[in-house]
Nanobody
Framework: QVQVVESGGGSVQSGGSLRLSCVVY????????MGWFRQAPGKEREGVAA???????SYADSVKGRFTVSQDNAKNTVHLQMMSLKPEDTAMYYC????????????????????WGQGTQVTVSS
């Protein structure tokens, strides 16, 4: 059925940039919300950035001003432009999509997302 595929991860030095992309396949209608989440070893999952079908966006405080989430016109693809990367940004980054209504209320709440990608690793060295 629905498949979520991320790409664009890699290793960069502090201050570098990466652009992550996420494509959702197999959907009947557009998701209400798409978001990026990350998890580092030993740490809790963190909502990074998300966008809903009407274009509302939420960012985690830790990435505001550095990361930008965007959505293609087809709304099945989202991007995460990551600038000024820091070692603390190192994590596995997951893309997720939701067809449930609650994601509208809390875009960065992972439990409201129905489908998840397998993740793409981002490593930032100092």
């Amino acid at each position: 059925q629905v498949q979520v595929v991320e790409s664009g991860g890699g290793s960069v030095q502090s201050g570098g940039s990466l652009r992550l992309s996420c494509v959702v396949y197999g959907y009947t209608y557009s998701s209400y919300c798409m978001g990026w989440f990350r998890q580092a070893p030993g740490k809790e999952r963190e909502g990074v950035a998300a966008i809903d079908i009407e274009g509302s966006i939420s960012y985690a405080d830790s990435v505001k001003g550095r990361f930008t989430v965007s959505q293609d016109n087809a709304k099945n693809t989202v991007h995460l432009q990551m600038m000024s990367l820091k070692p603390e940004d190192t994590a596995m980054y997951y893309c997720a999509a939701s067809w449930g209504p609650k994601c509208w209320l809390q875009l960065l709440e992972g439990k409201y997302y129905n489908y998840w990608g397998q993740g793409t690793q981002v490593t930032v060295s100092s």
